[in-house]
């Protein structure tokens, strides 16, 4: 009895070391194929068409193949996808530095057309898709679909994936258009997964008004409380590294402190169900304004560049994970007697989100218009028309979003499930490879980069038209030429009589309670033997 014990731990024991090394040599590969994406990311820099989530998407396929042919058939992936790898460790990089980077006057300075797009536009979107999905796929015939199958569509066809355009667009060139579709994105994901949650826990057999105001109202102290227990969080850093002068004795513990409050924010609103994309970001944002200006010059190099690169790195793992993902035999065997059907799916998939894109970016854009009084501030038609294409790429939150609704543990062996899950990848691998492919191009024919406005800012840097650019650089092609002195002239009265707007009393709150407080730029703390010091010294 004792020897048979012991053999049967021998034959654990080898079963768990091949199961580890199999881990370490996928380990292994995949890393390999992340310096691969970045290698030919920057030899593919200056071309026209492909950017990096392009380049990593196609790699993602040519290595899924190549296992599936190596495998015979078996495997196409080598980590199998996880929901939770998404939401928990890559998606809090990129959210994080986006509102760590963000332009922070341009997006609150138009936050409520944000907000338009990114929770209005989206319930408008969530309905079209729902519905339609409702008319055309139920007559196709997939399968044993409910009606909360069908507004999980509709939530997760909502969620755009703006990577795409947001590394075409420049964020000094177009602030304006920056901000918008860079603010949208975020606040589109919040929303789109906030609904998909909702659908799961609302008993939508007794859907009626009385249930529809209590989604409103969840939404709204969802949305509320997320965005105060990210402020609540960078405060916090900020407070904590002001008072206690870390760089005295390390500049590590600032750097590490930062990028644990950071995480911990997310991980809070996790834990009490709140949409922890928009806690993240708005602790990005206060941690930019305040906790960033509190640390050692040193450290505020390695925080900036860190942030972006652990942002850059989960871009390039997801987009490289979904294309080999694609591939995975398994899914694609359930629905193989039924080429045809999958095709007009993905169609109806496709032509539901230019509608449900289009339904909303046109009327809502006019509306916000109607509510501009200055010209620079408005979106025209060819700015319409590059919001309206930045949101029709989805990407890896609706591959989560689709695999958490019709699979379980990745895996599923019903028909009208499979047709989904291949479906959505379908639409994600269509939509950003073809939309991908053309946004450079679109980007460069609606909105050509001003190159004699750049000449201008670096051969006269102390004229005024040096300033006059970054704060106008957002205006439309038609008023370029003839308002210089327009221009110029309304930029010295806002420089001599600065209006009483919003930004203005906020600014003042701020240098009167807030930096006093929790520090800022002009409050940094004096840190004895830190690069802030010698510099006061020289």
Not at 255 to 280: N, P, Q, W
Not at 417 to 429: D, G
Request: glycine share 6%; proline share 3%; with cysteine.
């Amino acid at each position: 009895m004792a020897i048979g014990i012991i053999s049967s731990a021998l034959a654990n024991s080898e079963k768990i070391l091949a199961s580890d090394h199999g881990s370490v040599v996928a380990i292994n590969l995949f890393v390999a194929l992340l310096c691969g994406c970045v290698v030919i990311g920057h030899l593919l820099e200056e071309n026209r068409w492909i950017n990096e989530s392009i380049t990593a998407l196609v790699i993602g396929l040519c290595t899924g193949a190549v296992i599936l042919l190596t495998t015979r058939g078996q495997s196409s992936h080598l980590l199998v996808f996880s929901e939770d790898l998404f939401f928990i460790y890559l998606l809090p990089p990129i959210i994080f530095n986006a509102g760590f980077q963000v332009k922070k006057k341009q997006f609150f300075r138009n936050f409520m057309t944000i907000m338009l797009f990114g929770a209005v536009g989206t319930l408008i979107s969530f309905g079209i898709i729902s519905v339609g999905a409702i008319r055309f796929l139920k007559k196709m015939n997939i399968g044993d679909l409910t009606i909360g199958d069908y507004l999980a569509i509709g939530a997760i066809f909502s969620a755009t994936d703006s990577v795409c355009t947001l590394q075409v667009l420049n964020q000094d060139e177009t602030p304006l258009l920056y901000s918008l579709v860079f603010g949208e994105g975020v606040v589109n994901d919040a929303t789109s997964v906030v609904l998909f949650n909702a659908i799961q826990s609302f008993d939508l057999s007794h859907f009626d008004s009385a249930i529809a105001l209590q989604y409103v109202g969840n939404f709204l102290y969802l949305f509320i409380l997320s965005t105060l227990l990210g402020v609540l969080a960078g405060l916090l850093s900020a407070y904590i590294i002001k008072k206690l002068y870390f760089g005295r004795h390390s500049t590590d513990r600032e750097v590490a402190l930062m990028m644990l409050m950071a995480y911990l924010s997310y991980m809070l609103a996790e834990l009490f169900d709140f949409s922890a994309i928009l806690t993240v970001f708005f602790c990005g944002i206060v941690m930019s304004h305040y906790t960033w200006h509190n640390v050692t010059e040193s450290s505020r190099v390695t925080t900036k560049h860190a942030f972006a690169t652990l942002s850059f790195v989960a871009e390039i793992f997801i987009f490289l994970y979904v294309g080999m993902d694609a591939l995975d035999i398994e899914k694609w065997n359930v629905i193989s007697d039924s080429p045809g059907e999958l095709i007009g799916v993905s169609a109806i998939l496709l032509g539901l989100i230019l509608v449900g894109r289009a339904a909303f970016v046109f009327p809502l854009s006019f509306i916000s218009n109607f509510t501009k009084k200055a010209s620079h501030e408005k979106l025209h038609f060819k700015q319409q028309v590059t919001i309206w294409w930045a949101g029709l790429m989805r990407g890896a939150v609706s591959m989560a979003l689709a695999y958490n609704q019709f699979t379980s543990l990745g895996h599923t062996q019903l028909r009208g499930n499979a047709m989904m899950i291949t479906s959505t990848i379908s639409v994600v691998l269509f939509s950003t490879v073809v939309f991908g492919l053309m946004t450079k191009p679109l980007v460069s024919i609606l909105l050509p980069s001003p190159n004699h406005l750049t000449r201008m800012l670096s051969s006269e840097p102390s004229t005024p038209q040096s300033f006059v650019i970054p704060l106008f650089g957002n205006e439309s092609e038609a008023d370029q030429s003839n308002q210089n002195v327009r221009r110029l002239t309304s930029l010295r009265m806002l420089l001599t009589t600065p209006s009483r707007t919003v930004h203005y009393y906020w600014r003042k709150f701020d240098d009167t309670f807030m930096r006093p407080v929790f520090g800022g730029r002009g409050f940094v703390p004096f840190v004895p033997g830190s690069p802030t010091e010698r510099n006061d010294h020289q």
